[in-house]
């Protein structure tokens, strides 16, 4: 998950003394309790928080470079094709599904009661769930303390976009520590995803703060071993987040032709922002289904690879409302679409016995 922006940002943390993104090929730096920058956001961070006794700079000190981390958060070498096809096979594939039908099974009462409260279709949750962790299968065993310190002192310059992605996790990193603070658990103790994602639900600091939730009434949250807490917390963040009861998160949708009407249509991406007569006045053919429907659509393009080297045609769907708000959990077309076609799945193979 990419979760929610961190809840404060850097620069009001540090006072604008935000170190910089270190530079590719760099030496492993020294240990963290002896650098002058982890020492000052430390200090930030007490200061910040109202920690008289020292919390951050504690902790911080005790962090372990982690260079895996700063190796997975590289973005893969730009290709001129994403590819639908093969991304929706990595998710929705048997194994997946009967671990789905399984989960689903086990937790049939708390997954109607979060539908009932927040408006978010069971199977809604069993994708995301299933996407993110394969139902607990994959949670990530990096030290999150460790990540989220290296990441938010020594993220690496050659990102594209690094000196705002080292924002966001100083940011994530303060809300880990206010996190483990509050919880009571030592801030080595927790385990997560290379990028600092947490639990069933792979939920960022700054989301577990905000969102999580203790749905199985035990008196805390545990979005790591408690499945009642990840279902009610997805559940909650989605709601969150402008999910609305009843409405069907896409449609299916026969794109105009190459031209200006496409070209207006996919301009806003995956923002919802025409109406269902705009739509069709540009070209579109919605299903039967989509008849009616009263909200912003947003005409989304998915590549199946080059067509011009073998690859199929694009997939197109009309994203609503609800198919963006997914895609605030994970800001992208392709995993959003994983989630409904993997909770679809699951149900149908759960119908099917």
């Known amino acids: 998950m990419l979760g929610a922006l961190a809840a404060v940002a850097v620069a009001a943390i540090v006072g604008g003394a935000v170190p910089q993104p270190a530079q590719a090929g760099s030496d492993t730096p020294g240990p963290f309790a002896q650098r002058d920058d982890a020492r000052a956001l430390a200090r930030a961070i007490d200061s910040a928080e109202g920690w008289d006794d020292g919390w951050a700079q504690r ?5 372990r470079w982690d260079r895996r981390a700063r190796q997975f958060v590289l973005p893969p070498p730009p290709t001129a094709f994403k590819n639908w ?11 997946r599904i009967a671990a789905g039908v399984r989960f689903w099974d086990t937790h049939a009462p708390t997954l109607a009661r979060a539908e009932a409260e927040y408006g978010v279709p069971a199977a809604v949750i069993v994708g995301i769930i299933g996407v993110e962790t394969l139902y607990g299968q994959h949670r990530g065993q990096h030290r999150t303390l460790d990540v989220l310190t290296t990441l938010a002192l020594d993220f690496p310059a050659e990102h594209p976009r690094a000196a705002a992605r080292q924002a966001f996790f100083q940011g994530e990193l303060r809300a880990f520590l206010r996190l483990a603070r509050a919880s009571g658990t030592a801030p080595d ?5 290379y990028a600092g994602a947490m639990g069933l639900p792979q939920f960022m600091p700054s989301s577990w703060l905000a969102h999580a939730v203790d749905y199985d009434g ?30 069907p998160a896409r449609y ?22 025409f109406a269902l007569a705009q739509v069709r006045a540009l070209g579109a053919v919605p299903e039967p289904a989509a008849e009616g429907h009263a909200g912003p659509l947003a005409l989304v393009l998915l590549q199946n690879g080059d067509p ?38 699951v149900a149908q193979a759960r119908a099917a016995r």
């Open 59 to 63: 902790w911080i000190a005790q962090a």
């Open 85 to 95: 096809a093969a991304y929706r096979a990595r998710f929705i594939e048997p194994r």
């Open 189 to 193: 103790a927790w385990r997560s995803s």
């Open 218 to 247: 035990d008196g805390r949250i545990d979005l790591t071993a408690s499945a009642a807490d990840a279902i009610g917390s997805v559940a909650r963040f989605l709601h969150a987040h402008g999910w609305q009861r009843g409405m």
């Open 252 to 273: 299916a949708v026969t794109p105009p032709p190459p031209g200006e009407g496409l070209q207006t249509l996919l301009g806003p991406d995956i923002r919802p922002t």
């Open 308 to 345: 011009d080297a073998g690859g199929a045609p694009p997939t197109y769907v009309l994203g609503t409302a609800n198919f963006y708000a997914l895609t605030r959990y994970n800001q992208s077309s392709y995993y959003a679409m994983a989630v409904l076609d993997l909770g679809e799945a």
